[in-house]
């Protein structure tokens, strides 16, 4: 098996790349405190196939371009990944600019091993998978069972069960934490599954005050595709769940205020290709709240229900969306011929279906059911409004501009290199010639109004 040893003090981190490095390339992680204690276990096993770190190591007195002196004086191999933009690179380093990009990571790793994804799938897997135990920590239920590994003989191992599917894990691990058991199992047939669940757990880092603008999206996009994941399968928002939006709607609050303006977020949306659904919620949201901002009878609580609507109001076309990723929109969607027509109903049925799913969330905020299923300016929630009439929530009308502008303004710069600038002028008179009822002409001038 190959070795990386990943030099992080972030619990978190440790965990989510420690499982998703063993799962996806086959590779063991050992963690390292320091670059001292890092180097010390390389002197020891020079063939260590990368060692990844985080750019603040250079804040430390053990910086970057000092490990990378020693690994070059004692002439090992080894390649350095490091975590966050580094502002002059060596080109030594494999940087990966943003540190909750665990698919990069995991590329970057797949490419110094020269393994593709084939090779992956057709590797023979031991029946059970470790999981780091802090990560059960942060689940309520697993959907498969769980097993405490016991030594019988030297190398023999026999796995005992110790929780069952989808039955509470709550104070049972406590045991175990006390004895400092490291790792729990679980079959490994079903680690991709649990792992994806279990990165939820990525959530606790939107508390942290240090996250810059790209690493809060991305650990945003993560939040928002595993809850879609999750509330899909169950067709109901659980408590769990719904902590875990609650924690992605008001990241992408914070998003949308500490982001002066509309281009800066653009640009970085952008720049990262694909996850549509996630992206023109968080442009959305954003261009929602200050059309509301210059509303007379806008206020917060109508702001942030908007943005908890624009969290939830595509989400049955997540997994839609995934498998087209090249789609834009709604309706291109559902005039494309690769998409199956069962995939087409749920296009026309995606409001309604989140509204009902929405109900479903514990203490949701009033009315934001009805803006859900709104959204497309029908008051049944399927299909899509042709002609924008007065009979829906002014919430929803103000939902159904943002939601034109936004894909307008996706369309238009699809390219990161494009100098982003948005046209209002442009926008607006395509809006006027779009939504002709009076009630809506009101949104539009607050939109001619906002700050962008
Ligand atoms: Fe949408
Ligand atoms: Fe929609």
Known sequence: ?????????????????EVNLRAYVGTNVTIKANARDALQLLDLSPNIDAVICFKELNDADSGIDKMLEYIEQKEYNTPLIVLGELESPSDKVIVVKNKYDLKQVLQSMAKILEITAKDMAQKKVPDFFPIPLKMFSQISKSHCD??????????????LPIIEADSEIGGSLQKYIDEGVENLYVPASERLKFINKASSMVVQELERDD????ERSEVTRQVMNVVAEEVLENEEI??????ISKAGIASIERMAKETPKLRNLLKMLIENPGDYCYKHAVVAS????????KISWGSDEQANKVTFAFFFHDIFLVPIYRKYPDALSEEDLLFRDDVTDEEKQVVIDHAKLAGQLVKTFPRCPIGADMIVTQHHGM?????????????????????????????????????ADAKIKV?????????????RNHTYKKVIEAFEEAKL
Request: proline residues 1%; aromatic residues 12%; negative net charge.
């Open 238 to 243: 659980s408590a769990e769940m719904a902590s």
């Open 379 to 415: 008051t049944s929630g399927q299909g899509f409004a042709v002609n924008f009439k007065d009979d829906i929530s002014p919430l929803s009308k103000i939902m159904i501009i943002a939601e034109e502008v936004s894909t307008n303004i996706l369309q238009e710069f699809e390219d």
């Open 146 to 159: 769980i097993f405490y590994r016991v030594e019988e003989d030297a190398f023999q191992f026999n796995y």
């Open 211 to 214: 996250l810059t603008l790209e």
């Open 286 to 293: 954003y261009i929602a709240r200050q059309i509301i901002s």
């Open 423 to 435: 046209n209002k002028e442009a926008v607006a008179n395509h809006l006027y010639e779009r939504f």
């Open 1 to 17: 098996m190959s070795q990386v040893i990943l030099i992080s003090r972030n619990e978190v981190i440790n965990s989510l790349y």
